[in-house]
């Protein structure tokens, strides 16, 4: 039986990943490093530091890790400053939907823990959510289960009575690894992204409520049974 939604943040809740990717790019063209945008999706559902970790290692980069992410961190907070906080379309509409059913929902998330709070609280959704777990949290990140199987335990609810919803390869990985039925969000206005380890791909949150989702998630079920 469906019980909780287990929801991503960035990309899902919130428009985020522009920050990501023009801070960064920022932070390696200064370092005398060009990339495309593509370049980034490879680390789309990752955490900083690994994301970090990994440029270090391939452009040899002078600074430490930490120092690159609170690089990162300051102009991401200066574009959110200029931008405010871009919320996905129809995504707050669509949580009250599903809490007012009687679903427990959670966050688990790339992001700190503060950050993730911070998006919440500015979208008017913190006390829809019983619970939001950060990677920073837990010892592997996506696509690693972790971060999902911790959010479970919180809430108290068996991980093949959940269903996540995510937008990166990393993160519908993750929702599979924890054995939950996966929903990737394809948004249209962000890069196409491999969701190939989703069950279903949906473009738009206008039109799900807690009778479709549990009709996926009954399907699913019976088809991995």
């Known amino acids: 039986m469906l019980e909780a939604i ?24 200064e370092a005398g490093h060009i ?17 970090w970790q990994q440029m270090k290692q391939e452009f040899a980069l002078p600074l430490t890790v930490p120092e690159y992410v609170a690089k ?5 907070q200066e574009m959110i400053r200029r931008d405010g906080i871009k919320v996905i379309p129809h995504v707050q509409a669509f949580v009250k939907r599903l809490h007012g059913a009687g679903l427990k929902l959670a966050v688990a998330s790339s992001s700190s ?3 993730i709070k911070e998006n919440l609280l500015a979208l008017g959704l913190s006390d829809y959510f019983s619970e939001v777990v950060s990677t920073e949290e837990v ?34 990985g993750a929702v599979r690894n924890a054995g939950m039925v996966c ?19 949906v473009s738009s949150f206008a039109d799900l409520d807690a009778t479709s989702l549990t009709k996926i998630y009954q ?5 991995h049974a």
């Open 139 to 172: 010892k592997h990140s996506k696509p690693a289960p972790d971060v999902y199987l911790a959010a479970a335990e919180r809430i108290g609810v068996d991980p093949k009575n959940c269903l996540g919803i995510e937008d990166t390869k990393n993160g519908t």
């Open 6 to 29: 287990i929801f991503d943040m960035d990309g899902v809740l919130v428009d985020s990943e522009y920050t990501y990717f023009q801070s960064k790019s920022q932070i390696l063209r």
């Open 35 to 51: 990339v495309e945008e593509s370049y980034h999706f490879q680390f789309m559902g990752t955490t900083s530091e690994y994301m």
């Open 183 to 201: 929903v990737g969000f394809a948004n249209p206005a962000f890069p196409k992204q491999d969701l190939a380890f989703a069950d279903v791909v």
């Open 113 to 115: 823990l503060a950050e």
């Open 219 to 223: 399907e699913k079920r019976e088809q």
């Open 72 to 76: 990162m961190t300051a102009l991401r």
